[in-house]
């Protein structure tokens, strides 16, 4: 059997150009892996793998179109579970984290934040191992970093990137407006934004958090 033909089988889906070539380069110029398919929407990558043999499938998890690189990802891995899967994100969305790993995802990338290459991922991945960032990328935001911020400050933030009004947060939360309100305010202090919708802006702009809307519905 050829060389080539011993090649790992990979296939890509990102709505970035740029992001996408710079995958197919990697790929193309290495000893290891073989390009299968290249797209713009992660349904393709699920079609894809099918109908086609697929060792290693590198799905980006937000999509402008369509459904998201991790619900595709799980459909992948419940349609065939040898299939190596890995997740890779620009934003600093760390709740994905958790999801992927009950979905038995093998493995997730942050772009810009993993201390690891994209190419060591992969190594590793197909050598059997789940490679998971061993902690989340943090970010200014404001006069503060993400860090900074409580776990329940991020689920309000994340709230208030779709538009949602204190009273549908406190309802959501079960907590009480004046809760609602405290919280916004502790964020506005730590950040040294004016008011929510500078908060909202900065926060969606930075992809700091995401909110499975956005993920799973995207309208931009």
Known sequence: MSEEKNKYKVVIADDEYVSRTLFEMLIKSSVTYEL?????????AVNYCRINQVDLVILDVMMKKGLDGL??????????????????????????????????I???WFKEYHESSLLDIMDRTM??????????PDYEFGDTKKSELTERELEVLRE??????????????????????????NM?????????????????????????????????
Request: proline share 3%; aromatic share 6%; net charge neutral.
């Open 127 to 136: 050598n059997g191992e789940s490679v998971y960032p061993s902690s989340e």
């Open 36 to 44: 299968s398919a290249s797209f713009s929407a992660a349904e393709q």
């Open 106 to 108: 093998d493995s997730f």
């Open 160 to 185: 208030l990137t779709t538009n949602r009004s204190n009273e549908e947060i406190a309802e959501k939360f079960n907590i009480s407006l004046n809760t609602v309100k405290r919280h916004i305010q």
């Open 188 to 220: 506005l202090n730590k950040t040294g934004y004016k008011n929510r919708l500078e908060l909202a802006i900065n926060a969606k702009a930075l992809g700091l958090v995401v909110h499975d809307d956005d993920r799973k519905n995207p309208h931009y």
């Open 71 to 104: 619900t595709c990802a799980e459909t992948i891995k419940r349609n065939n579970p040898k299939i190596k899967v890995i997740l890779a994100t620009s934003t600093g969305e760390y709740k994905w984290i958790e999801e992927a790993k009950q979905e038995n």
